[in-house]
């Protein structure tokens, strides 16, 4: 059993001690870069073509070269395959800009006049490690969240595309700041608000809200990064008669529901708990919304049924 798989795309097995990445890194040097989080269950990728197809999109949004996908398939193939099937693991798939001092001839996929002629080659690996050990207890105790302010209005993903709101960017260290000041005040999570009072999403999370038979995320134009984990929910949930909305959400919303959820695609569902220091009780939907969040992410690996 392996602790850890590294394999760039170029399909080599790589020892994961040794260093990878040079200095000049643009991805290292300005975290101008995309990369994705999937869940290896029983040797396979799970909702893959999701994660794919999100990818490409985010490297659209920076204007990074566009993804060879059947050399990712290759690569994170070969990764699932050396991690194998006996214990759940974290895969990232890692895309920077590049090394600043290296340029390479212009990829396929940018039209020419887009982008100067010679763009840096992309840095790219597929990475397999174990799980963390905070997601057993996530997902079996849920998770104790304040909300926090991002200081941005919903309106900011339409009014500036160049914030990217949109793409799973490497420029997380807010995300991760806002993880260590909820953690200095005893919480597990975030749930990141708008200037508005509006509902935004986890620093690596998408918040859904369940009431009776309804579930309530809010909409990616408000600025929130379209979740894959999310989305299994809801193809399972409108298949037993759950009306399934994006909604803008108010903080006052979430005092007034059932349940509030933080889905990603490695934890899954966790609920919350308690909030802002106020303890939310489970409520018998609880059970059943964990398991459609992990049938959905089975069916998921079938495109068709979504
Ligand atoms: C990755 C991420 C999510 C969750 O997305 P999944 O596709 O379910 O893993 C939500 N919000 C942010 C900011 C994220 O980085």
Redesign the pocket.
């Known amino acids: 059993m392996v602790d850890r798989v590294l394999v760039t795309l170029d399909g080599e097995v790589r020892d994961a001690d040794q260093p990878l990445l040079y200095a000049d890194d643009i991805g290292v040097l300005r975290g101008d870069g995309i990369f994705e989080?999937a869940l290896v269950r029983g040797g396979t990728v799970c909702a893959l073509d999701f994660h794919l197809a999100?990818l490409r999109r985010s490297a659209q949004a920076l204007d990074l070269p566009e993804p060879d996908l059947a050399r990712w398939r290759s690569a994170i193939e070969t990764a699932a395959k050396e991690w194998g099937s006996e214990e759940e693991g974290v895969m990232r798939l890692v895309l920077t800009r590049g090394r600043e001092g290296a340029l390479g001839s212009p990829k396929a996929g940018l039209r020419s006049g887009e982008l100067s002629e010679a763009v840096p080659v992309p840095t790219t690996f597929v990475m397999v490690t174990g799980l963390a050990d905070r997601v057993a207890a996530a997902r079996t105790e849920g998770v104790a969240v304040v909300t926090l302010t991002r200081g941005i209005s919903i309106d900011l993903a339409q009014a500036a595309p160049w914030q990217l709101l949109g793409a799973?960017t490497l420029s997380y260290a807010t995300?991760m700041a806002a993880l260590r000041f909820a953690a200095r005040m005893g919480a597990d999570d975030v749930i990141f608000t708008s200037t508005e009072h509006r509902v935004l999403?986890?620093?690596?999370?998408?918040v859904v809200i369940a009431r009776d038979k309804q579930l309530i995320t809010p909409p990616a134009k408000n600025g929130?990064?379209p979740?894959?984990?999310?989305r299994a929910l809801y193809a399972e949930a409108e298949r037993r008669g759950y009306d399934c909305r994006y909604e803008p959400l108010f903080t006052a919303d979430l005092f007034d529901c059932d349940s509030i959820w933080m889905?990603?695609?490695v934890t899954l569902a966790a609920r919350v708990n308690s909030l802002d220091g106020v303890r939310m009780s489970a409520t018998e939907s609880v059970s059943e919304i964990i398991e459609m969040v992990d049938r959905g992410i089975e069916r998921a690996g079938t495109i068709a049924d979504w």
């Open positions: 989080t999100r799973k995300n999403e986890g620093p690596r999370s998408t929130v990064l979740g894959i984990t999310q889905l990603s695609s």
